[in-house]
Each structure stands twice: as structure tokens, then as C-alpha cells.
């Protein structure tokens, strides 16, 4: 177990430039306190851009609808025009998140002049992550994600912490929580902080040639300022040098770390095995379950006593405190929404479409043209009568 840290700049006069995509979620299931701290994290990004970067703003529920065609430079009149395209937002409808990963994720397309210019493609996702497709979701993030970088900000009660880390874990970034309005500013210039201060891009690990090394990460991801890279790796001999490679915003970069070590750490083991399960969970996730998958995971989870998707503990009760002749009583509990969520007149589903209500709306308009059927009916028949 090593701690690396990148390098020591001051951006002050040498500062990259940026294209910054803003994705907010406005499905039903924002509605209330969620949807008012989502705008408030995007209003603050948007106050946050600096002469020199680009970008556009993506805002999905059942369809995507980004602000500009193409990401536009920062400036005054633009982060104007999004600022109140943003507080216009409102939260209703279903929560598609395909196409407004493809939006966010896409190629720019940009000549090989601008490519120099915005080296850093970040994308800030800003959602409660309350869908049911998370491992096609993960697919499509691995498969389009190219040099962009996804940050995830989770916001509200209960938002999807899986789908969140995970998420973010895919687009080589970071996850965020926003739990309360009070909270977003002090959250979202944390991660404006760091995004803004990228340290070490491209990094790269190096090994002794003689050793065999098994090391977590597998993809390095960037270094911002004060964030260290914490690796995790098993080898055979632990003799040599690690060296830690990257591009600085100054060149390339190199620090060299001696591996004369030669201690057995137990915890250590336990922490890179746990690591490892959850590089082969996210390899079953992405591309399905194998035996050798399954059998992997399955023998680390054993030798070092980890709970996985294959094993789990076992708790055995000593003391019934039920009797076993006892009636059993069941209750049904309504569908309660997650707190803060007070705009909304009825809970939703974890999928959070609007299906339920055009049911009942399909179900009143059937009733009533019923009813008109029925009364004619009626009314021919008294005629024919007369």
C-alpha cells in the first residue's frame, strides 16, 4: 500500500482551460427540495467558469434537451442566457438517462488546433440517480466515454449511491452528495475546486521489469490538487523502484518511490482483495458473468473472509424471542416518497415514469366516452318509442 502525491503547481498564471458539459436531471422524482438544490448546483457551476473555457448545459427527464448545439465559450451574455435557462427548470416526467449520457459523452468533433486548447472535457451530472438500467448505463459510459471525465452529484434523501460511485467510477471522476439545500454551496465549490485544479492527467504506473505485480487501480485516474493516488498491489518481489508518470500542466512528470519494504501486511491483503472484487464485479456488470469470472471472485471472497455477490455472512439467533407456534399478522404500507420531496401529490416508483397517471387518465376518459355512448343509446331508444 503506497500514497503518491501529484505534483505541487500554482495555477495562477498557468491554468488549462476547460469544456464543461452540465447535466441536470428534472424527472418527477426531483420534485421539491432536489430539483431546488439540483439548480442551485448548476447556477453555482455556471458563476464558476473563467475566460478561456466552453460550455453547454443538458437537461433530461423523459427526453434530453441541451441549452446550446455545441458547447459555446464562457462568455458574460452566454453563462447569462444558461443562468436563466436554468432557473426556469422544473421537475416532471420520467427519468431517461441514455440519451443524455450520449449528449453529454459525445464527440465534440473539434479541429486538432481547439483539441490542444480544451484538454480537459469534464462532465457534471447532477441527478437523485433514481433508475433501473444501471449496468446498461455503465456500458454505455465505458463504451463512449473517450477523454471526457464523469462527475456525479447525488441530490436529495435517498439518491442511488450504487449508481453514483459507480457511475463515476466508469468515467474515470468523482461522486458528490448533496443531502440538504444548506449544503450545496459548501459540496459544490469542493468540486469546483478541485475540477478546477487538475494536477496529473494520463498517469502511469511503472514496475520493476523482475516483478510480477497484481495493482489496483488498473486505470490511474486524474490527480487534482491535494488528492493523492493510493495504490494497492500484490507482488512477488519488492525489491526496485515504482515510478508514478503523468502529464503536469508544465510537461511530463516523474516520481520515483524505493520498494525495499519487505513486510507482509495482512490488512493490506484484505483491502486490495476487496479491490479486486469490485474490479471483477464491474468486469460482470459490463460484460456478463463467466465461470472464471465467478470462480475469481468467488476464491478471493473465501481466502480473505469478504462478503461479495457470491458469498455472505451467516447470523444464527440463540435466543428465539418469538414464539415458533406464533400467528403470523401482514400489514400493507403505502409507497412513501423520499423526504424533502413535498412538491409532489403522490409517491413514485423507484422509476419514477408518469405510467400510473396516464393509466388513470386513459381509465376516466374510457368512463367517460362510456358514458356519451350509453346516454345516446338511452336517448334513441325513448325516440324509437315515442
Same mark, same amino acid.
Given at each position: ?22 447535466? $441536470? ?35 433530461? =427527464? ?17 453563462? *447569462? !442566457?444558461?443562468?436563466?435557462? /436554468? ?16 449528449? *453529454? ?24 440517480? #433514481?433508475?433501473?438500467?444501471?449496468? #446498461? ?62 494536477? !496529473? ?17 488498473? /486505470? ?27 502529464? #503536469? ?15 507482509? +501486511? ?10 479486486? $472484487? ?46 415458533? =407456534? ?18 409532489? +401529490? ?8 408518469? #405510467? ?6 386513459? *381509465? ?23
Amino acid at each position: 500500500l503506497t500514497m503518491m502525491m501529484p505534483p505541487d503547481q500554482q495555477y495562477t498564471n498557468n491554468r488549462l482551460p476547460r469544456e464543461v458539459v452540465l447535466v $441536470i436531471d428534472t424527472s418527477g422524482s426531483m420534485g421539491g427540495m432536489p430539483i431546488r438544490a439540483a439548480k442551485a448546483a448548476m447556477d453555482l457551476a455556471l458563476s464558476r467558469l473563467q475566460p478561456g473555457d466552453s460550455f453547454n448545459v443538458i437537461e433530461f =427527464n423523459d427526453r434530453a434537451r441541451q441549452l446550446f448545439p455545441q458547447s459555446r465559450p464562457a462568455d458574460p451574455n452566454s453563462v *447569462a !442566457l444558461a443562468r436563466r435557462y /436554468v432557473a426556469r427548470l422544473d421537475a416532471g416526467g420520467g427519468t431517461e438517462m441514455v440519451e443524455a449520457l450520449r449528449l *453529454a459523452l459525445a464527440d465534440p468533433g473539434m479541429s486538432e488546433a481547439e483539441e490542444r486548447r480544451a484538454s480537459l472535457r469534464q462532465v457534471v451530472f447532477v441527478t437523485d440517480g #433514481a433508475v433501473g438500467n444501471e449496468e #446498461a448505463l455503465f456500458r454505455l459510459i465505458e463504451g463512449t466515454l473517450g477523454d471526457s471525465r464523469l462527475f456525479t452529484v447525488g441530490i436529495g434523501a435517498a439518491p442511488n449511491a450504487y449508481f453514483m460511485r459507480k457511475a463515476a467510477g466508469f468515467g474515470r471522476g468523482a461522486s458528490y452528495y448533496v443531502g440538504d439545500p444548506a449544503e450545496v454551496q459548501q459540496r459544490m465549490l469542493e468540486l469546483f475546486d478541485a475540477l478546477e485544479k487538475p494536477m !496529473l492527467s494520463n498517469v502511469r504506473l511503472s514496475w520493476p521489469p523482475e516483478a510480477t505485480t497484481d495493482d489496483l487501480p488498473t /486505470v490511474a485516474p486524474d490527480l487534482y490538487m491535494g488528492e493523492p493516488l493510493i495504490v494497492l498491489a500484490r507482488l512477488d518481489d519488492s525489491e526496485g523502484q515504482l515510478s508514478l508518470h503523468g502529464d #503536469a500542466v508544465d510537461g511530463p512528470w516523474e516520481q520515483r518511490l524505493d520498494l525495499k519494504t519487505g513486510r507482509n +501486511h495482512p490488512g493490506v491483503a484484505t483491502l486490495w482483495a476487496r479491490g479486486r $472484487i469490485g474490479e471483477l464485479s464491474d468486469e460482470i456488470a459490463l460484460w456478463g458473468e463467466t465461470e472464471s469470472r465467478r470462480s475469481n471472485v468467488l476464491e478471493l471472497a473465501l481466502q480473505h473472509k469478504l462478503v461479495s455477490r457470491y458469498t455472505s455472512f451467516l447470523a444464527v439467533e440463540r435466543q428465539p424471542v418469538r414464539p415458533a =407456534n406464533a400467528a403470523h399478522q401482514s400489514e400493507q404500507i403505502a409507497n412513501l416518497r423520499p423526504f424533502g420531496q413535498s412538491d409532489q +401529490h403522490f409517491a413514485y416508483p423507484q422509476t419514477a415514469t408518469m #405510467a400510473p397517471v396516464r393509466l388513470a387518465l386513459a *381509465a376516466v376518459a374510457m368512463l367517460l366516452a362510456l358514458t356519451v355512448v350509453f346516454h345516446g343509446y338511452i336517448g334513441r331508444a325513448r325516440s324509437c318509442h315515442a
